[in-house]
């Protein structure tokens, strides 16, 4: 499975952002799609995910009620639109993959910068 995440960029607090992520590859019959995120010195955090046979999303706290976690299965991609950003949301975020059944995530995609300036 490759994953390929893109969209990231530089946006003023309070803006939007819709981060990508395609996935190619041989996937899992059943899998979630989970997005996370990495600030300088801090460790990696869950952001948020999605089940890709019902369309089930679940979020981090600091993500209910802006992010939002989508799905297009023609395009075999997840989105991830951030809104209402803050400058504390400024991190490398990663989408990955698991099987549905497994709390590990087994693939990885390479990340993508979002910087929310002040």
């Known amino acids: 499975v490759q994953l390929q995440a893109s969209g990231g960029g530089l946006v003023q607090a309070g803006g939007s952002l819709r981060l990508s992520c395609a996935a190619s590859?041989?996937?899992?019959?059943?899998?979630?799609m989970g997005w996370f995120r990495q600030a300088p010195g801090k460790e990696r955090e869950f952001v948020g995910a999605?089940?890709?046979?019902?369309?089930?999303?679940w979020y981090a706290d600091f993500g209910e009620g802006r992010f939002i976690i989508s799905r297009d299965a023609a395009k075999n991609t997840v989105y991830l639109q951030m809104n209402s950003l803050k400058p504390e949301d400024t991190a490398v975020y990663y989408c990955a993959v698991r099987r549905e059944l497994s709390s590990k995530y087994d693939y990885w995609g390479q990340g993508t910068q979002v910087t929310v300036s002040s």
């Open positions: 999605i089940y890709w046979s019902s369309g089930i999303t």
């Open positions: 590859g041989r996937t899992f019959s059943t899998y979630a």
